[in-house]
């Protein structure tokens, strides 16, 4: 049960919101952030760190979190933002975003190790946040499922790279292919040594 939210809670905090990314590592597809404020004194036992949870269990807690949510929102940074810009800042940008489309105030910002100074509020930003806090759990889950769901849609789009198995992850099935059929321009991230690697490799797809 993750209950360190509850230290937070004071005369002046009466609304927290937990944010948290997905898919920084990945070689394809945006990094994706969700943004949520729960209920005080919430749980539920599939409320907890995303990458304990099995696919079916992620989905299942989804649906609990968007159905008692007091606000929720989801913020994108696409591949060629994450070149332009480079992963750690498009992770915030995509934190930030997520915020703003949450379209809800707050009193304070817990976040999954990633400063915030700009939201206008205050924040702390916690080591493995999402092992610890109620709100960064369910923020990685809205976060984890989205993309997700993105990746399938992209998987029926290039059946070819078996997006569905590996979700852009740095996996050998996923480099054998890159390598084999070379990285997509609107899809795949070039300022990542793997993909700069396939083009040596293969020639480029567009």
């Known amino acids: 049960m993750l209950e360190l939210d509850n230290e937070y809670y004071s005369d002046e905090v009466k609304l927290i919101v937990g944010v948290d990314e997905a898919g920084r590592g990945c070689l394809l597809g945006p990094v994706v952030a ?105 923020a990685s889950i809205l976060a984890k499922v989205t993309r997700d769901h993105i990746c399938y849609e992209l998987d029926k789009k290039y059946p070819e790279y078996q997006i569905a198995k590996h979700k852009g992850y740095v996996t050998a099935l996923h480099v054998e292919l890159l390598n084999k059929f070379g990285p997509i321009k609107e899809i795949y991230r070039f300022s990542y040594k793997p993909v700069k690697h396939s083009l040596n490799v293969q020639q480029t797809l567009f």
Not at 72 to 78: A, H, T, V
Not at 95 to 120: E, H, Q
Request: proline share 5%; charged share 25%; hydrophobic share 40%.
């Open 34 to 138: 969700g943004a949520v404020i729960l209920p005080r004194g919430f749980s539920h036992p599939l409320i907890n760190d995303s990458k304990k949870l099995s696919e079916k269990q992620r989905e299942e807690a989804y649906k609990i979190i968007i159905d008692n949510a007091i606000a929720y929102g989801i913020g994108m940074c696409s591949p060629q933002e994450i070149d332009k810009m480079n992963i750690l800042e498009a992770s915030r940008e995509a934190m930030m975003r997520a915020i703003r489309n949450m379209n809800y105030d707050f009193d304070l910002v817990v976040s999954d190790a990633m400063k915030l100074p700009n939201t206008g509020k205050p924040y702390i930003d916690l080591i493995k946040g999402d092992a610890k806090c109620s709100c960064i759990a369910a």
